[in-house]
């Protein structure tokens, strides 16, 4: 199976695939991938912890995919069940459908589909906007690229052409962010600037612009970031952050099971798995790459705690063909390759 962008938003249920401008690259310093193997990835200056110290997180970086364009028939709406059951293949892509679901009922309520160009719907107008990576983490979406300030603030602000659609106005700033809200007053907002777009998830967020200001206050520098606070955090995405997807958290917010009470699954591909041998993991990463040949790696780093530690020898890297695991000193490692993922 040759993995393309295509594919994997098709696999989230989502008709959209990254940038048609091409595929920008991970050093960009906005986003994505990025840092050194002995350090942490750059989209983690965008992470911090909640008022219990927990955080959750969902990372894709667009530009790793192939974008040539997959034949009919070839992808299947599912992958196999031994790639469904090994965490390390399972956890990066429920977190893909998961994040799939989160930008794609965000962008469609600020009428900014075409940040992330429609494949296979006409309906969405492309826009020169656009983003090369996607972070879902503690309640907020935060997409780095190339981002046309005037074009976006003239989206949100133009007088609503449906009865859903809603009109924004520029009511705060931060940064270099200027701050929307909606004009009737209900609780939302998305702040803009030229590098990133940062948007609320979910309709229950008590404090939508402090919910967005809180992630940008952290790449800027100004509010302590969750590899600063803490330092497990910072040894599991050093040793296991990078890849193109990368799913994980720490504390309360690492949701082991993708169909859990989150519902981070949406319903989708992976939506009967669990991992009860992950269970009692205080924290960790799953994070794969696809090499756009049908194969790929993927790494893994968890705080062992209350986890069965031979079930995780075991279970992480079970589908691959080459795979490594080390525990010790309470935390897991693990590396993995496939040759083929069908």
Avoid at 90 to 116: K, N
Avoid at 126 to 153: K, Q, W
Avoid at 231 to 241: N, Q, R, V
Avoid at 264 to 290: C, I, K, N, Q, R
Wanted: hydrophobic share 35%; charged share 25%; aromatic share 8%.
């Amino acid at each position: 199976m040759t993995v393309n962008r295509r594919d994997v938003l098709k696999l989230t249920g989502v008709s959209m695939a990254a940038g048609a401008a091409g595929c920008l690259g991970s050093d960009d310093e906005d986003g994505n991938g990025g840092g050194g193997e002995d350090s942490p990835p750059t989209y983690a200056q965008w992470l911090t912890t909640d008022d219990e110290g927990a955080v959750g997180f969902i990372y894709i970086d667009w530009s790793d995919f192939d974008e040539s364009e997959s034949d009919e028939g070839t992808q299947d709406d599912e992958l196999g069940e031994k790639y469904q059951d090994d965490p390390m293949m399972g956890l990066p892509m429920a977190g893909t459908i998961a994040a799939g679901f989160a930008i794609g009922f965000g962008l469609s309520s600020y009428g900014l589909t075409g940040v992330l160009e429609a494949t296979d719907s006409e309906d969405a107008e492309s826009l020169d906007s656009s983003a090369d990576a996607t972070l879902v983490a503690n309640r907020t979406v935060v997409l780095p690229g190339e981002i046309d300030t005037d074009e976006v603030a003239d989206i949100l602000t133009a007088e609503p052409e449906s009865t859903f659609a809603r009109q924004y106005e520029r009511s705060d700033g931060i940064e270099d962010y200027d701050i929307y809200t909606p004009v009737d007053g209900s609780a939302d907002a998305i702040a803009v600037s030229g590098s990133a777009i940062v948007f609320v998830s979910g309709n229950d967020v008590t404090d939508p612009v402090a919910a967005v200001k809180t992630p940008i206050e952290a790449a800027a520098g100004d509010a302590e970031r969750a590899t600063e606070e803490v330092t497990d955090i910072e040894w599991f995405l050093s040793a296991a952050g990078h890849g193109a997807v990368a799913f994980g958290g720490y504390g309360d917010e690492f949701e082991t099971d993708p169909n859990g009470d989150g519902g981070t699954s949406g319903g989708g591909a992976f939506s009967d798995v669990e991992y009860p041998e992950l269970e009692g993991l205080e924290g960790g990463v799953s994070s794969l790459s696809l090499d756009g040949d049908g194969g790929g790696s993927g790494e893994f780093a968890a705080i062992v705690g209350d986890a069965d530690a031979s079930a995780l020898e075991d279970s992480l890297g079970s589908s691959a063909d080459e795979r490594s695991v080390d525990v010790g000193d309470d935390r897991v490692t693990a590396s993995a390759t496939w040759d083929a993922v069908e």
